[in-house]
């Protein structure tokens, strides 16, 4: 009989699933309701906490279609790591970058109790170690690295068509350019200095009033490649706007700060 599979954000209904230890007919009709949702709605496998129980036991379809019956499923051992785009009923229409184990050791049981063992690896082992997550209360939100589980979260509050970049980078390509700017700040100020051991200082303040321009210029610069560097971060744009402003707003104050005092000391005037 086909189930209703959970979904998000319906919690596990138990933190590690139950190891089943009396083999009769509800479990089988447990086990015949996994394989008529599996294929129900064209999926790969399921565990029986997508369905509802909260017994220990997966159901997938292995590399030829066929029906694989683990109860009780255990990872005896793992080898290898790959990175997967994996998606899960669990998370209808999202899908997230998992690190894996690559190669996989099961050890479980079958219908008749009797102890079983196999070895996968490619997308069966990818999909079986999706399943036995369910089977420790979890999905692969669990699984994800700090900066792929920002991106994920933020695809379940705004919806699948959020851009990966869209979550408010850290760093940019226009930060060179901030860079650059206070580089030459730092110039001007140093020339103030040098202003104090040398008694002809017009070629000095004549080499600040050229690298003040060159500060100015880089800020429109900035301003402008920033705004068109933040065009796809829809999803913080308010906070783009205003960090690129501020950004332009603190450069030329502290540049107007600089060369008023150089004004004073340097300006052979």
Not at 24 to 35: G, M, P, T, Y
Not at 70 to 99: C, H, Q
């Amino acid at each position: 009989m086909v189930q209703e599979i959970i979904q998000y954000p319906t919690p596990p209904s138990a933190e590690y699933a139950t190891d089943v230890r009396v083999f009769n007919e509800n479990i089988f009709s447990l086990i015949d309701n996994l394989k008529d949702t599996i294929e129900a709605n064209d999926l790969d496998g399921l565990a029986a906490f997508q369905i509802g129980s909260y017994f220990n036991i997966v159901v997938v379809k292995d590399d030829n279609g066929e029906f694989l019956e683990l109860i009780n499923p255990r990872m005896l051992s793992t080898k290898g790591r790959v990175t997967t785009e994996e998606k899960t009923a669990y998370f209808p229409g999202l899908s997230a970058e998992v690190e894996r184990h690559e190669k996989i050791s099961i050890i479980y049981q079958d219908r008749e109790a009797n102890d079983c063992s196999m070895k996968a690896e490619g997308a069966l082992s990818i999909l079986l170690q999706r399943k036995i997550d369910f089977t420790f209360g979890a999905s692969f939100l669990s699984k994800l690295s700090k900066e792929e589980k920002k991106l994920f979260e933020a695809k379940l509050e705004h919806g699948p068509e959020v851009a990966i970049s869209e979550v408010c980078p850290t760093t940019f390509k226009r930060d060179y350019l901030v860079k650059l700017s206070n580089i030459l700040t730092i110039i001007i100020a140093a020339i103030i200095v040098i202003s104090f051991f040398i008694e002809n200082t017009k070629s000095l303040w004549d080499y600040q009033l050229y690298i003040a321009l060159g500060v100015v210029v880089t800020n429109i610069i900035y301003f402008f490649y920033a705004q068109y560097e933040g065009r796809g971060l829809t999803s913080c744009s308010s906070c783009q706007i205003g960090n690129i402003f501020g950004t332009v707003v603190i450069g030329l104050i502290k540049l107007a700060l600089i060369m008023s005092v150089s004004y004073f000391l340097v300006n052979p005037s």
